[in-house]
Structures are given as C-alpha cells and as structure tokens.
C-alpha cells in the first residue's frame, strides 16, 4: 500500500493539524467525543503538495483513494453517492492549518444532478427542497470551480423575482426552482461551451482540486503574507456527508461563539437561520434571529447545543467558534475552531479563563497575538461608521491606529490648521525631517511614495500616529493645494480618513473611537507576561515626549536614540548648514559649538523622562546633503540667509551629491572625516548626563554612545578614541565619578563577518537590521517596492524583509556576529534597533539567538514584551 | 634582561629581515662573509613598534641600549663617539623589511660638532675634508631630521660660489668650508630658534626617532598602499661607523649592480664618483664615471670589488644592487639587496639564472612580480622623453600603459579625429555606454570622476587602452571644449599624455615605444608558469576582438562575458528603449525579437575567437533607466525618433529612477519582472551555441548562462526554469546533442550565506567581488572616493578594498560560500569575475581558498597566469 492521503474523520484526532487542516482535525476530534458530526473524510494537505509537485494534477492513486473513502462513506451513511434512489450528497470545504479566509468557499449539495435531484424530490417528498439544493450546487460549483460569477446567477434569480412579483427567495415555488436550475445549466453551458457536469465522480475531483488550487490564489496570498503563513503548508480538503438546514421549518443552520468575540464576555453568542442553507446566514438575505431565540423556538434543540458547546470549550480550553445545521429538528455540528476575536475580547478571555481555573498564567499568555495589541493602544474605526464607508484607495499600513482630518499639504499648514482648532490629515508625496512638526499635529500621515521602513513610516510609529505611506496611486498636485484618488480630487480642506493598520484610504470623514489600554485586564495580563520574559525591551526614541511614552508602556530603556532628528528644529539646521558649508575644521567646530546647548539639552529631556534607565544615543548617521536643500528657490533664500552666494551653495550641494547615498558618506564615515562632530555630540552627551547625575543622586547615570554604520573594529576604534578623549577629561573635570559605554550598530555585513575583531573594541552590539537586511539583500528599501511585488507574485519573497527578520540570511549574520562577538567580549551586550524588533516574529528570532534586548518605537513595545514573553515560554533558553 | 631591540652586525644574519629590515639583515650577512663591511649596529623593527605603541617616543631602555651598543662599536673601531682626539662618526640609515623609498635619506657624518670638527681636521691632517664633512652633516640633519629644506642650504653654497666666482663645489677651499658651516649654523638658528645640536648623543636619538617617524609620512603611505605593504610591519635602523669617500683623490664611492637593470644582461653595470660621499653621485654635481672606469684607475680595487659582487650574486641566487666606499684605497661594502629592475630585466634575469644552473624552473616564476607583466603588454613613455616631461596633474592608475594624443572632449569627436588619421586622448567627465566607440579609437582615456571600477576603467582595462580616471582637480567645460588643470587650459586638439600605470598628467606630447611581449623570453617564461598553476584563467570580455586578445594571451575561456555592453549600438538601443516603453508583455516580446539576431551573431562571434572554450554569458545586470536618455534635449529627440510623446518618455523615466540604483531594479530582478528578456537572452545564447557546434564538429560547445544579482534560491530557480524551458526547446528542436549549464554570480552577502540552497539549483558560481564588496563593506565603489582619503589618513584601510580582495570581510563570504555550495553539490566550479580576478593578491586568495579558476580582463591574463603560479607554489593545495 502506498501513502496513505485520505482519512476518515474516525480515523484522526485534534492534533492532526498539520496532516488534517484545522477544520479536518477538529472534525475528526469531534468524532471521537461522540458529537453528532456528519461524517466524512479528509484528503490531506501531503496530498495539495503532491497536487503541485506534479504540475497542477491529482495523482490517479490519490483519485482512487478518495473514491475507495467515498465507498466507506456510502456505507457509514447507508446512501450511495450518485445514486437517484437514495443518494448521498456531500458538501467539500478547505480546510488549512491555520484559518484562512481568501481560499475557496464551501461547495454544498456536491453529488446531484438531473437524474439525482428527482430522486431526492421523491425520497424526501420534497420537491421544492431538491431543486432548491440542485440550483444552489449549481451556482456554488460554477462559482468555486469554474469562476463564473456568483452574481450573474443572483441577476437570473432576480429577474425571475421580478417576473413573479416577489422579493424573497422563499416565496419562490417548486417550479421556480426547476425553472432556475434550467436557467442556470443554460447560462453556464453558453458561458463554458458545455454542460453542466452530470457525473458525481467528475463533479468531486473538479471540486477536490478547485480546493487544492484555490491554495495559490492572489487573496490567499495577500493572507498568508499578512499571517506569515508559509506557502508550503498547503491545504487539506473535507468531504462530508450533507445534512440539510433547508429541509422545513423544523430545519436551520447557524454559527455561534461560546464568548462574545468583540467583548469576551462569558455568554453563548450567534445567530441561525430556520430552513436555511448555510451560505443563508451570511448572504444577509434574510435577518437571522440571535441564538437565544433558539432557546424559544427548538429548546431541546437550543440545550444540546449549549451543553455542547461548553463540552467543546472544556475541551479546547478556549472560547469556540461553531458552525451547527438542524436537519429535522436533528442537530448536527458542522465545525469549530478556536474563535477570533478583538483585542479586548482575546485580553477578558485570557484573563477570564485563568480566574475559571481553565488555564494557567503562562498559558494565558500564549493566548494573545502580540500584534493585536495594537489595537488597544490606538484609536480605532467606529465599527459602524466604518461599515458605511467606502475604500478610495490603499496604502501600506505603515504605523496602525485609525485617523480622520481635514487635509493639507504641507507642515505649515498642518500646524496652521491644528493652531486654529482643526483636526488634520498630512498628505505628502514623502515627509522629510523639515516636516516633523506639522507631522507632531496630523491625526494621520498619508503619503504617495516609501515604504515600511521610510521617513514618514518610522517617525509615524514612533510617536505612535496612524500613517499610511506608498500609496503610489495618488497624484498630488501641490501648487493646487489638491491630490486625485480614484478618480476623485480632493482639495486642502476636505475630509479624508486614514487605516494605518489596513492601509485602507476612505475618502470622507469616518469615526474613531479612542484608545483606552488601561480600562480591561490590559496591565495584569501584561504584568503576568513580564514574568516569563528574558529580553528586555527597549524603545527607539529621539526626543522626551516619545521617551515617557514609551516608559510609560513599560520601555526598561532607549536602545535607540538617534540624534540627527533634532538637527532640523529652528536654530538647529542653521548651524548644520553652516558646518556644512566651512571649508575648514576652525569654521566646522565654531558652528558645532552653536548645536552643542541644544543637543545637551534633548538628551537631558531624555536622560529625565528615562528616570535613569539606560540610554543609547546613536551618533550622526545620514549623509550631510539630507541637511541642505533640494529646491532652487529655497537654495537662494538659504544662501541669503547664511550670507553666501547662491553659487557656493550650489557648489557644496554638487560636492555632496551621491550616486548611491545609502552606501554612502555617513554614518561613522563623517566622523571619521569630521571628528570634530564625535566630539561634540559627545560633549552634549557626558555633560547631559553628569547634569542628570548631579540633579538624581540615586539614579546610577551610565551614558552609552553608539557608533552607526561601523564595517571594520579600526573605524571603530578611531571614533572611539575620539569620544574617550573628550568623555574622559569632562568626567575628570565635573569631579562625579560616571561611567560610559562605548558599542557600536551590527548593520554592515563585514561588521558582522569580523564582529570577534570589533567586539574588542566595542562594549556593546546593537543589530541595525533595516541597514543590515538591505546590504545583506543588496536592496535598497526606498526602492524595492518597484520590484518586490513581482517577488510576492511568485512567492520568491513570501513576506517583507524589512517588516520579519529574514532568518535564513540576515538572521545567519545576526547569530554569527553575536556568537563572534561573545567569543572575544563575553559579557558583551547585545540587542536590536533595527524595525524588526517590535515585530513579534523577529522577536522570537531576538530571543532565540541569545540576545539581551530588542528596541523598537513606543508603541510597539507592549507587543514586544508579549512576544518576548511568548518566545521565552516557548523555546526556554 | 628585558626585551632585545639592537643588534651588532655580527649578531644577525640575512634571514633575520623582519627584525633587522632588509639593509640591515644584509648588512649582517656580509659581515658573516667575511666582507669588507664598516661594522655598526641595527635597532629592531620591533623598536619602531614600540615607539609607536609608546605614543611616539623611544623609551629609555632602549636609548639605553644604544648608547651600550654605540660602547661596543667604539670598541670594534677604535674610535670614541664624540671624541675629538679620535672621533667615531656614524651614519645613520633606515631599513625596512622592503626595500621603502619615500622614508628617511641617508644621515652621514653623525657625531661631528664643533669640537670634534677641529679634531677630525687634526686626526686626519686634512681640515677641507673635515669642515666639508660636518657641513654635510649640518644640511642632512636639518634636512631629514628638522625639516629644514636641503633647498635652502644649497642657495648659501650658491650663494658663496658666486662671490668666489667658482662653479663646482670641489673649488671651495678649507676657509670657505668653514664659512659654509657658520653661515649653515647662523641659517639654523634663525629658523629654529635654537643652536645646532652639539651633543653627539642627543643627535643620535634625534636621528633614529627621525627615522622611525618617517616610517608614518605622506610617501611612505602611498608607497605602502601602491605595494602592499603592511603599515604595521615597521622599520629598522642602521647605525654604522662611517667611511670616508671624500678623504681624497685616493677614495671615492659608487652604485652598481650585477647584471643590467633595464635590460638584464650579464655584466657589472653602476657608477661611481672620486673623492665623494654618497649623495654626491646621486646628486648630479659632477659626472660620475661608469664602473668599467675603476678598472683603469683602481684595478685592485675594481678586481676585489667584482669579485664580492659576483660572491654576492651566487650567494644569494639574483641580481644584485649595490653600495660601496673607498676611503684612502681600501674598498668597503655599505650595502647590497637584490636589485630592481624593469620588466624586461625581470624575465632575462630569471631565464638567465635557470640557464646558468644558479635557480630551478620554479624559483625563476616566483622571482618575477606579476604586476611587472603589465609595462611588456602595454605602450610605454620613451624615458628619455619622459624625463624632460612635466606632471601637471594625477588621478587614479584605472588601466596601463602610457598614451599621448589630442584632447577631443565626446565619442563623436574622438571619431572624426580618429577617422582624419589623428591620435585622440579622450577626456570625460565620466564615461557611460553610450561613449564605447570614441574609447575604442582613442590613445586613452581621461577622467575627472570614477574610480578603478568605474565605466571607463573597467572598460579601458578590458580593451587594453591606458586609463587614468578620477582626477577631480581637472574642471572640464564641455561647451567650449576645454578643461583646465594646474593653472593651465587645454582646448580640442592640444597635445597631452596620460600613464595609467602612475596616474601621471602630461600637459605635451610625450614620446611612446610600443609593447613587444614576443620579442624577449616571454614566452618560454610564462611557459614554466603554466606548469604550476592550479587554477585556470578566464578572461572578462564582451565582444569577438577582446576574447580574442585573451585568448592570445592564454585565457583559457572567457568568465564573464556581460550582455549589457552590446545593447547600445546602432539599432539595437533603439529596441532596447522600445522593449522599455513597452507596457505590456506583446510589445516587449516585440522589442526584444530585433534585438536576438544581434545578440546571437554577437555571441557566434565570441565563440569563433574562443574555439570552442568555455564561455560563461551573463545576463541583462544594469538597471534599465541606464539605457535612457538623461538630457532634455536628448528625451525631447529620442521621443521624437520613438514616435512618443516627451512626455510619455519623462514619465518612462520617473517611473525608473531609483534613489540607490546599485541596490535596485537590477540583475536577475529584472528577469523575475520580465521573464522574456530571459528568454530572448537564452534564445540568442543557445541559438550562437548551436550555430558554431554545427560549423565546428569537432569542438565541444557546452554554453553556460549566468544568472546576476541572486540572493536566495527561488529568485534563481524561477528565472533558470525560464532559461530550461526555452534552451531544451531549442535544442530539441535543433537536431543536435549539445549540454549547456546554469549558475549564478555570486555577490550579494546573502547569496553566499546561503550558498547551500542556492548550489542545489546552480551549476557553478561566480564571484562577482565588485558588487559583494559594495554590499560587504555597505559602500559604493562610485561614492566611496569621497572618503576613503581619510580612511587612508587615518590608516583604517591601508588598501583599496576593490583592488585587493579584503580577505579578512567579503573573503569570508567567498570561502563561507565555496564551501556551503560544495556541501550540497560537490563538483560544482567555483570562480571570480570582478576586478580581483587579475589582482596577484587577490588571485593568490583564490588559490588557497580553492577556487577553480580567476576570470580577468584580458591584459591582465598573463598576470593572473604567473599569479596563480606563484600561489600553487607558495600553497601547495
């Protein structure tokens, strides 16, 4: 015998997800209970792999094997499949692993057809029922299988409506329902040239493989890459014996939760349909009642259902999702799985099922995805208003969180506007540093180019505002104060509402309700987290405000405080530029001097809002010319303003310009260049920290200064050499004995290749994985959306490397440079800045490599100690 | 005792060069000889490191040590250090473990003051020579040890000269010596402040920090970067009792070497001065007489000096260079090393030992520097006219050679000029495609942008045209046709001549001999080197002349043959640019089917000149706004001549730009985006393969594809299925029984991190070091220029990383991946295509971390020919 591919559903359990699909499995398990599961089988998920490995096509043995399945089934059922005297029906449905919405719909009725349904219409005396059941299978088939469209067969039903003079489905009689069935076979056979397909056998395997292909469809795509679902997985398929919640009044279908899945709480919650099919129930074309009514209308019916459903919680130990049909006032279990549910609900559930003793604290912890955290901690769509509204266009979700504003265009008029009173959405073609303050008061950023990891993404997350970013298909026309979406202009001053966790564009105003973390179980389910957590979680922060809110989310330290964002306030850029422009070290450290106070004082702010956790602030990174301007107009008003001609600053703008400006003169290279710079921001660092020091006496102050974009342990060196001379004589001078720490960013390859040589030099990592991926990919993020979709679309790339740590390369490097690393440093510390770190994929990674943190922007860091704590339980160190 | 640093000659031997410099060793090895050798003592190169290490400063042990030592040689000669009655002079002389120039001259006559002055007058009952020689001193000392420019002192003794109407300086009587030594002293005091040193101890320690100081100037660093020498390896110092070639007309001091320097042949060749010391022959004061003269004048003398020199010669097995002094008719020796010479010399010498049964076939390979291959390939400067010739400006050494022609400023000019029957010398800001066919015509090329592997670089190196590129000092305006350098500007058909070899500018014509590789013993030489050599050589080439030109020079198949370079001639851009615009698959189909018939002929003629060897073709790299139009006026044309609007052809353009085209829409990405260009590639490929196998019977074609740009195996898997299903048709079709194979460069890091994946698809690897050291190091080879200059300042790279393989970062990846692909399938070839592949260096690399074979451009096949050689005999595999 060879492999076998087919299982009864006696023949599996609850564990056999992987073989089975998560509905098979749960089907199987059901079984075994002994719940009144209509029984059938499961061709398994080995078999669509198999499906693909031979190019698209069910091997014959597999076919056999169904059919050999089908036989057990007709003798289980005591029908024969195809058989008009007593004829067995089945529905087939996919059935993944994981739930995954974007594959193939359920196929009902699978088994009738001219010859079937009449014998179904005796054998039932029911009639109207049988072609009922048939012109659903039809519609159902021609849908699923050979794609013609649901709605051309609902355009039939409604003309036949319009013809009768009714409305409703049910008002439809027996010879309607064959007039239908006649018109749906004409309709298809004059769309596909054929008719429609008689055989039951041939009817089974083109749905077994509609199911088998519907596992490479562009929707399931886009799921999986938004789950991380791996293509590989593949899908299992469940053919099951039909039972029929449209047999009569004392016949329904319904779906119910044993929780309510938007808010947790602890009560049967769902809906049915009295003689209904089950696509009835969502189609919306008639009201479904809620299921308590089941407790008046069928209360034997309603109690064996709820005993059931409280045996299942007990036995999956989680709130269920249940599909149920009632064939004859018989009830029959379709389905079940563990139900989604909100953020709020997944919080009360977790909570609520350790106090009924269900679980423990660990398991609990499990309970919740990281990122669903997300939403508690920003304003999201009022589900209501939100229903209404329609998609305009889509974006990348680029920092979560709901946002609806008036839209402007620029930073000045996102400050005017919000000065006035008004809420604000920002619409740019990209944000650039100038813009931040206009971005500190949008409700929302919407910008046309950049992806996950570009300006406007990153400072979006940072301070935790909804931002969507690469919506190329906007045009924005500046000069007119206006941008075209979707055909529609929409000008300064118009409503516009924005999804930062979908990427959706709603082109009218839509309601938000506010965040409210702290209101359910939020911070005792977090604080239970924290216990098994090894990483510590750290927050990427430039400035006091993004600081104490992350603190306040339970930051235990800056991993990440880039210094280059306070660069571009007032006074600030003015003396940027002037050091620019010197041609001579005297010039370049008179301007310095004049940045000095004010570096001094942001990291103060930081140092205060901290309350003397640790800090990492990261030297100058980006190259010069990113500090002077592009356009000619503000070249000459600038060159005014800094008293030079127009020419000279032309001149120093050409000198910059950079073919390649990621690879770059920046990072250490300017110090390198301009030591001077080190210098300086590590007077603004130490002397900040010593004034902390002073004013806290208890807080213990040990400033760490991060070297960016290192390659090679003498680079470092020569920077560090640079910052100990400085750091050195103004502690000796201050009279406080303080400590520092000198490390540097992971982010180059060859810093990772060599990192046992650096690690000599260097106190501490940390894995700059955005610049790390991109020279390890050798793509450049600004420009890979260009090509990455041709990628996904051949699943070459099956999600983003910049959003999930790439484990099989970039991640190789990681657990090199943090195994070389430690070889030369043992005590050396080692943690993560890049954007991955607030990812709770690449957390996981983070924890499993052994390192010591992970940092990432405010708003992410309760989903970062969740992840960790999950990564922890999971794979104990 | 502590650690020894000083060693009496008698002490060391000629092993001994890594702590006692290659003079001193020598020096050492002649005394143990038995030669005439004025004995002294040599301070280790460990003493130098220490110095170093010491902050600069020479600690007093060691001061200690070479007073004690200074004790001993007073011994030896019988003299005092410092002594008037019976003074010790001393010179003192840097040596390092290579022969440096560029560090520290020569100090003579150490020891003397004003004291001991009068007594040397005394001793030596000759008061000119004694006053002469502490004048010596006095201008040496300042010179080397204080900066005090030689210059200067050379205008006093003019300056007296002409008062005394004398010329020469042998007419300046005792008196006038004695005026030149107050008048140098009164000039010293005056500039620095203070009396000349008068303590012979004080300006013993002044000499030898001088000495270990110069190890770290401007010269020496360029000299170590240009030959590989590590900074630190330090350098020694020679101490030794003072002979006198200047005590009369009974002594004298001369060079010579063993065999000729410039040709090779057998016989004593040098010069020498009477009554001098040694500056004054290199000096050119006088006239010095041709070592056959001593024969004559001294014919003892000359007889014991012939006879040490060829006892030297036979001891060490090679040419030597060598320094003596008579002093009142006894000969000493000051020094001998084996001696520089030219190419030429280089091949004669070698063949020459062989067949004087001095060295083994083997040895003679390893005496020749493969880099000296180059000046027998290449035109050189006639040197006599090179001599007379002025540098007006330098920039990088990018391909060798010398040339000299008219400056014409486009590829059109160099055509026409070229087409009139003039020699052109074409100078560009930077070069791109579009240019190929002016280089092709010019002498050479000139370049004020680009680095050693920019466009004109690369491209000159491949065809064999002198090219030196990035000289930014050169401002060039185009619409006058003019470009200014060093004060000076050059208009459209003015005379210069560029050396690719030094980077050398001449504002003239400068006289050039051809290159004759086949007139010496060449041939017979590189015969021997092909006996040892391990790994094959391949060659980079594009088109049939240049695969040709390797293939004479011994390239055993071309390695990298890029398909990108033949898109931009004639008709075939026009397609190009169709097959862009296009915005559908059917047109770019269209496009690309005008474009097979030249690639195929292009490739048919590359397969003829190789006859039948390997060719590995890659294919489509650069990003293709390259293949657009960047001016308005030409957009508004070629948009014209496309029968497009301009601005179609602008949003075309916008659409394509990349903010870091290095990490863009590039390589293999583009055939994942465009499966057809794969697949008209392949068709041109395997279409020219089978042509030339059906005209060549008895040649064995296996055509190899080469994927670029591949970072993960799906990416590559995807774009060979497209390159399999089109070859097996085409050979199916064809009739003919032809294997062709598919692999893929190797140059992004995360290609060879996960080389074990990839090498389970791909057939062979490449090593594209190029790319992968941009990616390694995270800088662009077109950007980097900018500031490596302080990289090389600050001695953090002592080397250009694109020159020579950084073995200790991207060398890892090179060695992690041949080893990863060779787990997963054994016998897959390894090579390397980037620059590195003609890098001696580099080549030895590829050797030891066994690759297959080097690919390089074709002049410098015969380089990595005797390369490779040496590595299998340095590293036997």
């Known amino acids: 015998m060879g492999h076998k591919y087919v299982y009864q559903f006696s023949e599996g359990n609850g564990s056999m997800r992987e073989l089975l699909g998560g509905k098979g499995a749960n089907l199987a398990e059901m079984t075994s209970l002994g719940m009144p599961v209509p029984q059938g089988f499961t061709v398994t998920t080995e078999a669509c792999t198999r499906y693909y490995e031979d190019g698209r096509a069910i091997a014959p043995e597999i076919q056999e094997e169904i059919f050999t399945y089908m036989g057990k089934l007709e003798e289980i059922a005591g029908k024969k499949f195809g058989d008009a005297g007593n004829p067995l029906l089945v529905s087939v449905r996919s059935g993944a692993r994981a739930s995954m919405p974007g594959m193939m719909d359920t196929i009902l009725n699978l088994g009738l057809n001219d010859t079937v349904v009449e014998g179904l219409a005796k054998f039932t005396n029911n009639p109207r029922f049988a072609y009922d059941s048939y012109r659903r299978f039809i519609q159902m088939f021609s849908d699923v299988v050979m794609e013609l469209s649901k709605k051309r067969f609902e355009e039939i039903i409604d003309d036949l409506k319009e013809k009768k003079g009714v409305k409703q489905d049910v008002e439809l009689d027996t010879d309607d329902m064959k007039e239908l069935v006649r018109r749906f076979k004409e309709f298809y056979k004059a769309e596909k040239g054929v008719d429609f397909p008689q055989e039951p056998k041939v009817q089974l395997m083109e749905a077994v493989q509609a199911v088998f292909r519907s596992w490479d469809n562009p929707r399931a795509d886009v799921y999986r890459r938004m789950n991380e679902i791996p293509y590989d997985w593949g899908t299992a398929v469940n053919v099951q014996s039909m039972v029929f919640g449209n047999s009569g009044d004392n016949s329904g279908t319904g779906v119910a939760f044993t929780r309510n899945p938007a808010t947790g709480e602890k009560a049967l919650f769902g809906e049915y349909l009295i003689n209904a099919q089950g696509e009835d129930v969502v189609a919306g074309v008639r009201t479904p009642s809620p299921i308590s009514k089941l407790h008046e209308e069928m209360p034997e019916v309603y109690d064996q259902f709820a005993s059931i459903a409280n045996k299942l919680e007990q036995h999956y130990k989680d709130m269920q999702d249940m599909e149920f049909t009632i064939e004859n006032g018989k009830l029959y279990m379709l389905q079940t799985r563990n139900g989604k549910r909100t953020a709020a609900a997944a919080l009360k559930v977790a909570v609520d099922l350790v106090d009924e003793g269900m679980i423990d604290e660990k398991e609990a912890v499990l309970r919740v995805e990281p990122k669903q955290l997300d939403a508690l901690l920003h304003p999201q769509f009022d589900p209501a208003a939100l229903k209404k509204a329609a998609v305009i266009g889509k974006g990348l979700a680029a920092s979560p969180g709901a946002a609806c504003g008036r839209v402007v265009f620029t930073a000045e008029d996102a400050k005017a506007w919000h000065q006035r009173g008004e809420d604000v959405l920002l619409v740019r073609l990209e944000t650039s540093p100038e813009d931040i303050e206009g971005m500190q008061v949008a409700q929302g950023i919407l910008t046309v180019r ?391 994929t690449s957390v996981e990674f983070c924890h499993k490599v052994g390192l010591n943190y992970v940092s990432c922007s405010p708003f992410r860091v309760p989903i970062a100690r969740l992840a960790a704590a999950q990564a922890a339980i999971k794979h104990p160190r």
């Open 450 to 840: 950049g992806g996950m990891t570009s300006h406007a993404a990153v400072v979006a997350r940072g301070m935790g505002t909804c931002c969507v970013s690469g919506c190329g298909e906007i045009s924005v026309d500046y000069a007119n104060k206006c941008f075209t979406l979707d055909g529609k202009t929409y000008y300064e001053g118009d409503w516009i509402s924005i999804d930062g966790s979908t990427g959706n564009i709603y082109g009218e105003a839509v309601a938000t309700v506010p965040a409210d973390p702290s209101s359910g179980p939020f911070g005792r389910f977090m604080a239970w987290a924290d216990q098994y957590r090894q990483l510590k979680v750290y927050t990427n922060a430039d400035n006091p405000r993004d600081a104490k809110q992350a603190f306040d989310f339970g930051a235990q330290g800056i991993g990440l405080c880039r210094t280059e964002h306070m660069f571009f306030e007032g006074e600030r850029i003015k003396a940027i530029r002037e050091m620019i422009v010197a041609d001579n070290v005297d010039d370049r450290k008179k301007a310095l001097a004049k940045i000095m106070p004010y570096q001094q004082g942001d990291f103060e702010g930081i140092y205060e809002a901290m309350e003397g956790q640790p800090v990492v602030i990261r030297f100058l990174d980006p190259p010069l010319h990113e500090f002077l301007p592009t356009k000619e107009e503000d070249i000459q008003e600038i060159a005014k303003e800094m008293g030079i001609t127009a020419d000279k600053l032309h001149t120093v703008i050409e000198s910059l310009h950079e073919f390649n400006p990621m690879m770059g003169h920046r990072g250490c290279r300017l110090a390198v260049s301009f030591p001077e710079i080190a210098e300086m921001q590590t007077a603004a660092v130490i002397n900040a920290a010593l004034a902390v020091q002073k004013k806290h006496p208890d807080w213990t102050m040990v400033p760490e200064i991060m070297i960016p974009l290192v390659g090679e342990v003498k680079e470092f060196k020569f920077v560090k050499d640079v910052v100990v001379a400085t750091a050195d004589r103004l502690i000796a001078e201050s009279g406080v004995d303080m400590k520092y720490e000198v490390g540097t960013m992971i982010e180059i390859p060859r810093a990772a290749l060599t990192a046992d040589e650096i690690a000599k030099e260097a106190q501490f990592f940390s894995f700059g994985t955005n610049d790390l991926t991109q020279m390890t990919f050798g793509f450049s993020r600004d420009d890979a959306g260009k090509f990455l979709s041709y990628y996904y679309d051949t699943k070459i790339y099956e999600s983003d490397p910049f959003a999930h740590l790439d484990a099989n390369g970039v991640g190789r490097l990681v657990e090199m440079a943090a195994k070389l690393g430690r070889t030369t440093r043992p005590d050396i510390h080692l943690g993560i800045c890049g954007e991955h770190g607030g990812d709770p």
